[in-house]
């Protein structure tokens, strides 16, 4: 005997059906790389032939967030080098950094989407510009990374931050004072830049993997207090409670005190080698 369906029943099984699967969200390694003008300010042009096959265009799998590219009207895109590498007030279109030969090589060890939030800002100091509750590019930063952060996640992306890359310290070395406070100015921003992440991470129920901070050591030759930004950095770094690597750019081919396209490669494969992100 064939039996009816009650239409209360039907209409249930006509609401499931329709019912669209809740998308799972993907947690996916994120990086945020910021500073001054060594974050990359010389363009692609300077790279050699090898070095442009290895480490140029398009990053597999990676996207990069740069205010570079629209300020507050930026958004995630396919990280190609020399096309949305540069810093903000770039000096050549087709700047890159460390990002380059880094990215490339975490995709070499294991291929998996990746995101990067990358703002540098030229002739900026950590005395001013970066200083946390009064710096403008501090303040553009702590505007910026949740804004980053939001349009990942409405994707069904949770950045899972694996590594904070600083690369700033000549503009400081200019000035007796910006030196001399450079030690807890740097303790300062970093603490700061931790209480903004976690609140995005509560925000937006983020994995609290217990990130690497990474600080590039300024060369700055011909920089009269330099040596005095340079010890600032060694002495975090050496504190095992900073979590922080210290990468030497003693060696890295300058123009006069940016790092040449050969430079910024080294850069990334220095960091790549030292801080084991992933």
């Known amino acids: ?4 369906a009650s239409p209360v029943f039907l209409a249930l099984l006509c609401l499931g059906s329709a019912a669209p699967a809740q998308a799972a969200s993907k947690t996916v390694p994120f990086y945020i790389f910021i500073g001054q003008s060594n974050s990359g300010w010389l ?3 300077g790279m050699s032939e090898e070095h442009r096959k290895e480490f140029g265009g398009v990053v597999p799998e990676t996207e990069i967030w740069n205010p570079a590219n629209g300020a507050y009207a930026a958004k995630w895109e396919p990280l190609t080098v020399g096309v949305n590498t540069r810093c903000e007030n770039f000096a050549d279109g087709t700047a890159f950094g460390a990002e380059a030969s880094l990215f490339a090589r975490l995709q070499k060890q294991k291929r998996t989407p990746r995101l990067l939030y990358k703002q540098g800002q030229g002739g900026t100091s950590l005395a001013v510009d970066w200083k946390p509750g009064s710096g403008t590019r501090y303040g553009q930063f702590a505007a910026w990374l949740p804004t980053a952060v939001a349009q990942a996640d409405a994707r069904g992306l949770k950045p899972d931050l694996r590594g904070l890359l600083w690369m700033q310290g000549e503009t400081d070395a200019e000035t007796e004072d910006a030196a001399k406070a450079y030690s807890a100015n740097l303790r300062a921003f970093f603490a700061a830049v931790d209480e903004l ?3 995005l991470v509560r925000k937006h129920g983020l994995p609290t993997t ?3 901070r990474v600080i590039g050591r300024i060369n700055a030759p011909g920089f009269k207090f330099r040596e005095a930004v340079r010890k600032a950095q060694a002495d975090y770094c050496a504190d095992p409670a900073s979590r922080a690597l210290l990468i030497d750019t003693d060696k890295y081919p300058l123009d006069w005190v ?3 396209p ?11 080698a030292a801080a ?3």
């Open 262 to 272: 050969a430079g910024q490669i080294q850069f990334g494969l220095d960091i790549f």
């Open 43 to 45: 363009g692609a042009a």
């Open 197 to 199: 992440w976690q609140g």
């Open 1 to 4: 005997m064939t039996r009816i």
């Open 258 to 260: 940016h790092y040449t």
């Open 276 to 278: 084991k992100f992933e």
């Open 210 to 212: 217990e990130y690497k």
